[in-house]
């Protein structure tokens, strides 16, 4: 059995006999016309290398030189201060679940220290700022884990491998929710309170 098929080769219609293919049958077919050799690179092939090459190489870099847009800034301390931070939290709107179910209604009163405990301390220091970095290293905080290091200058990823232990960022939230006003600082419950030390370390050499 003969198919038909209408071949368009160098703007002249060709007809072709082709022999129809019995199933399950292979049927090798001729190059018809000009050919050339591919010499295009695999598509897949070459964004697996520039992912490998290009890819991890920028994202190192970026984690590198990352800081958060709303990191909290902080000035050195120029005396050495204690104060006490109240944490009590006064609700301005109902607290509901996703059927509308109220929890706690608006004006509830509740200080999260009497449900949650700071088991540690949190230190606060400027990364950038070489005296601090080595003031908290020399400090009893600097071999403790359970205190968390937040920095409001410098860079984290830095900090971490320098130091060998977790850094986060201080952001503008959780410097305004303590109250923080210099660097460094240390942070401590107390009777369901926080205490704020900052530590001054003299003029900046």
């Known amino acids: ?27 090798q077919l001729e190059p018809v016309g000009p050919t050339s050799a591919v010499i295009e690179s695999d598509l897949a092939e070459e964004l697996r290398q520039r992912a490998v090459n290009v890819g991890v190489e920028q994202l190192r870099s970026a984690q590198a030189r990352y800081q958060p847009a709303n990191l909290h800034v902080l000035p050195r301390a120029t005396k050495d201060t204690t104060t006490m931070v109240d944490l009590t939290h006064t609700l301005e709107q109902d607290l509901v679940d996703a ?11 509740f200080n999260p220290l009497r449900y949650v405990s700071l088991s540690g301390a ?9 005296e601090q970095v080595s003031w908290f290293k020399g400090s009893p905080y600097g071999a403790n ?3 968390l290091l937040l ?4 860079l984290a990823a830095t900090l971490r491998d320098e130091l060998v232990r977790p850094v986060v960022y201080l952001t503008e ?7 923080l ?4 600082s240390i942070v401590v419950e107390q009777d369901s309170q926080l ?9 900046p050499r």
């Open 122 to 130: 949190l230190v606060v220091i400027d990364g950038s700022d070489s």
């Open 1 to 27: 059995m003969l198919t038909v098929t209408l071949l368009l080769a160098s703007g002249t219609l060709l007809l072709a006999c082709l022999p129809l293919a019995r199933a399950g049958e292979i049927v």
């Open 151 to 154: 920095l409001s200058g410098g």
């Open 173 to 179: 939230d959780i410097a305004q929710r303590l109250q």
């Open 181 to 184: 006003r210099a660097v460094p």
């Open 99 to 109: 059927q509308g179910t109220i929890h706690y209604p608006a004006g509830f009163t």
């Open 195 to 203: 205490v704020i030390r900052e530590v001054s370390l003299g003029r």
């Open 145 to 147: 884990h359970r205190v």
